[in-house]
Nanobody
Framework: QVQLVESGGGLVQPGGSLRLSCAAS????????IAWFRQAPGKEREGVSC????????YYVDSVKGRFTISRDNAKNTVYLQMYSLKPEDTAVYYC??????????????????WGQGTQVTVSS
């Protein structure tokens, strides 16, 4: 059974850090392009970051550049999103997603076939 499970969310003060994990079961993450999306209350889902299956190229939306880092640990079949200097506007449910159909980076949600259940990130003092 193909499954993605996110973890690592929580409540953090502005300026703090969190590391989200996306663990895969039923398939090998290295064969997939992986992205992180987020959705805040009342807002549309937004692609945040992506790491390609082909060459490990990464992409970040402008609002998180320099603050977030996406990486993969093939031995653990897990992708991470390290988040620094968190801001209240980063508050959202964060989802990881996987696709084998796209070799490069993409944050177009319809490209993704597998989704996790989401983990809540709340940035507040």
């Amino acid at each position: 059974q193909v499954q993605l499970v996110e973890s690592g969310g929580g409540l953090v003060q502005p300026g703090g850090s969190l590391r989200l994990s996306c663990a895969a079961s039923g398939f090998t993450l290295d064969d997939y392009t992986i992205a992180w999306f987020r959705q805040a209350p009342g807002k549309e889902r937004e692609g945040v970051s992506c790491i390609s299956r082909s060459d490990g190229k990464t992409y970040y939306v402008d609002s998180v550049k320099g603050r977030f880092t996406i990486s993969r640990d093939n031995a653990k079949n897990t992708v991470y999103l390290q988040m620094y200097s968190l801001k209240p506007e980063d508050t959202a449910v964060y989802y990881c997603a996987a696709t084998a159909r796209v070799m490069g980076v993409t944050i177009w949600a319809p490209h993704y076939d597998y989704w996790g259940q989401g983990t809540q990130v709340t940035v507040s003092s």
